[in-house]
Structure formats: C-alpha cells, structure tokens
C-alpha cells in the first residue's frame, strides 16, 4: 500500500519484527507473530496480517474500518490521496477472499454504538457466506477508547489461544 512512494505495510511485516528481534532478547525470528489494530490501525492490521499471512499466526481488528472509503469519516483530506491501483488494496474482504487460501485466523469485534458497525456486521456476513472462518463479535460500546482499552483483551486471549 505505497504512499507518497513509502511501503508502511511491508515496513511493518518485514521491518518491524526485525526490530522486535533486535531489541527485545527472548524474541526470535521464529517467535509467533500477532498483529492488531483499531479503527484505521484495525483496517492496516486486518489487510497486512491477510497480505503477510505466512509471517502472522492470527490477526485481529476492532471498530475497523472495512473498506477504504469509510477513511472519510476520520481524514478531512481527499480520499485521493489514500486510493489505490488495485481494489484488494482498498477493501478487507477483497483481501481476504484474494488471500483466503493462506490466511492466519481472524478476530475483529465492534461496539453497537459505533459509526462503523453496518460495516463490519456486512464484512462479518460476507466472510460467513464465503465460507472464510473468522471470530466476530458486538458488544456495547462506540468508536472510543473506553471500548478499545476493555476489548483489547479478547484479542491477547484469541492470539494466546493461537499459540
């Protein structure tokens, strides 16, 4: 996903666990990697655990946006600015479905409050009417910390469940 002619998700699946290697003394190049993220940070880690399947054990996202057009809920810019060549880019499922053949076990919830939960109830049926397994859950709460903080737990659960 180059912007500005900058590869952040292959920085992230490549760079970032060597860093992770190098500075923390028990991690290996064979420990079991994990990734996560909410809202934005959820999108990124739903679509590069599914890219980098084989680097990532399972991946998890909350409150994600699902699709790239819902960033103008977030940016004040163009969405311009974040469009890419190919719709796989751009979409979760896309992704998914694209990469479906090697994909790590998935995780993603949202608060029944949030802005973003039409679009993640519809990722949920798309990902259950093509056969892709997956966890997903609701759960009170909106598009705020007070939510991310609590359910973060559930994806450390889910990725110790996948050690």
């Known amino acids: 996903m180059p912007i500005n002619n900058y590869n952040f998700e292959k ?5 970032v666990p060597d860093a992770l290697v190098a500075g923390i003394k028990c991690a ?3 420990s079991p990697l994990f990734i996560s993220g909410l809202s934005m940070g959820g999108f990124g880690a ?8 084989p680097k990532f054990r399972a991946i998890s996202g909350h409150s994600s946006i699902t699709s790239l057009p819902q960033i103008k809920f977030f940016v004040e810019e163009s969405l311009k600015q974040y469009a890419q060549d190919n719709i796989i880019d751009e979409d979760v499922f896309e992704t998914f479905l694209h990469y479906r053949h090697y994909l790590p076990q998935i ?3 949202c608060g029944i409050n949030d802005l973003l939960i039409n679009y993640n109830r519809s990722l949920h049926r798309k990902l259950e009417k093509a056969g892709i397994p ?3 859950e609701e759960n009170p709460g909106g598009h705020e910390w007070l939510y991310w903080s609590k359910h973060v ?11």
């Open 11 to 15: 920085w992230i699946a490549d760079d």
């Open 28 to 30: 290996k190049k064979e």
């Open 46 to 53: 739903l679509r590069i655990g599914a890219k980098y399947a």
């Open 107 to 109: 995780r993603f919830d």
């Open 134 to 136: 997956h966890v997903y």
């Open 153 to 163: 737990i559930q994806s450390l659960k889910f990725f110790a469940d996948n050690l």
